[in-house]
């Protein structure tokens, strides 16, 4: 414990929330990836040419979702609402538990693609936004290391159960261990919630979420939000493109179901434990250091490198690589500097514009990606063009982190300028 507290620097009561936080993380994560490697498989299962439809229903679950989300939010103080939100997603699963008991389908299969796309991105989205309630731009920045270290360790904990215990158990049962795991995050999150409150530091009041489109109005007053959201649509229009590719590659490649459920299980596992490496060892010190314009251009850059390697030479070993690269620094590098930058904003910015980037722009980025990935492919029929092709998004996108983190870095140096002006003025 005391050795944990002086490499990250902690207080005693930053260790405690950070503690929860990470357990939290943990076992979310753990629940998600037992079941992301059957999900990727029912995609292609669905057949590769009519993935743009999974995506496109994705999104318009996500616009049927949000306006209920805010009306809550609205509703409901958070401490309240969001461990009862758990609660309804486990209770998903245990409905698609039931469902493939009884009558199993292509149509239902379909369904949990899109399900556990939204459940990834909701139940992701309110744990960094509970985490930027708890803490300060600077805590942010020691502390979002160690606690997206959590979710890397659920996410090598969880493709390690679905592996060794889907011979066992089968299928349709890890659904059950996925839900037990849900249930134990919705207790630490509980945890979380009585430790803030005991340290007086989060008012958990109700946050303004007035309805589907507020973030939008706001991000339009907003040059920052504006760069926010260019910057998350620009991220999931280059992954799209790279798991459209990543469809098409593996399903030439590999004939059979359990080869390609493998290479998924495998790509997940080397994936998320050099993200737990980077988290623990570089974070921290990367964005202390190197700084968020560095850490926001980082994941572009390889993905520029990327898509030029893959229009060069389109092979598993080099989609293997690319891939493992380009999620490996977004998770430990660009996820928690992306977190950041929502740090400075007040509860009803971060609350509106955070809900509305991570939804409607995230999934509707995936989804209009997805069809234009399909009409590319379509006209051109060669996946070495389109790698190309996405080479000019993956450079704008590298801009627009550059953009994004000098506008950050000039609105937390003008913050920090006027806390010290304050606290010269009480000592005086």
Not at 46 to 52: E, H, S, T, Y
Request: aromatic share 14%; hydrophobic share 50%; glycine share 6%.
């Amino acid at each position: 414990m005391i050795f944990s507290r002086r490499i990250f620097n902690l207080s005693k009561n930053e260790l405690r929330l950070a503690r929860s936080s990470f357990l939290y993380f943990f076992f979310l994560m753990s629940s998600y990836f037992i079941l992301r490697p059957v999900r990727d498989e029912m995609g292609i299962e669905a057949g590769v040419d009519n993935m743009q439809w999974l995506f496109t229903g994705t999104f318009t679950v996500m616009l049927f979702i949000i306006p209920i989300f805010g009306f809550l939010m609205k509703k409901v103080p958070r401490h309240q609402l969001l461990p009862k939100i758990y609660v309804f997603f486990i209770t998903n699963i245990l409905l698609f538990y039931l469902l493939f008991k009884i009558t199993p389908s292509p149509i239902l299969a379909a369904c949990f693609f899109i399900w556990l796309s939204v459940f990834n991105l909701f139940v992701i989205s309110i744990f960094w936004s509970f985490n930027a309630d708890l803490f300060s731009s600077e805590q942010a920045k020691r502390l979002y290391g160690p606690i997206s270290a959590g979710g890397s360790c659920g996410a090598i904990f969880g493709p390690l159960i679905a592996t060794y215990c889907v011979g066992l158990v089968g299928i349709n049962n890890l659904l059950l261990i996925s839900a037990g795991l849900l249930a134990i995050a919705t207790l630490f999150l509980v945890d979380l919630v009585k430790k803030s409150k005991k340290s007086r530091e989060v008012n958990f009041k109700t946050a303004s979420i007035s309805s589907v489109w507020q973030g939008l109005l706001l991000m339009r007053r907003s040059l920052f939000l504006k760069q926010i959201g260019l910057f998350i649509l620009l991220y999931t229009s280059v992954s799209t493109f790279l798991y459209f590719e990543q469809a098409h590659i593996i399903s030439d490649a590999f004939t059979s179901s359990a080869d390609r459920t493998f290479y998924f299980g495998t790509r997940d596992l080397l994936v998320n434990s050099f993200t737990l490496i980077l988290q623990f060892f570089l974070t921290e010190r990367f964005l202390r250091k190197a700084g968020i314009v560095i850490a926001l251009m980082i994941v572009p850059l390889i993905a520029v490198a990327g898509f030029l390697s893959l229009g060069l030479h389109q092979a598993v070993i080099t989609l293997l690589i690319v891939q493992v690269l380009y999620r490996s620094l977004n998770f430990s590098i660009q996820r928690p500097s992306r977190e950041l930058l929502f740090t400075g904003l007040t509860i009803h910015e971060k609350y509106n514009s955070k809900n509305f980037i991570d939804t409607v722009i995230y999934r509707g980025g995936d989804a209009i990606s997805g069809w234009l990935f399909t009409g590319l492919n379509a006209l051109i029929s060669s996946l070495h063009v389109i790698s190309l092709l996405a080479v000019p998004i993956a450079a704008v996108w590298m801009l627009t982190g550059f953009s994004i983190g000098k506008i950050f870095n000039a609105k937390t140096a003008k913050a920090d300028n006027y806390e010290r002006i304050i606290i010269s003025k009480k000592s005086a």
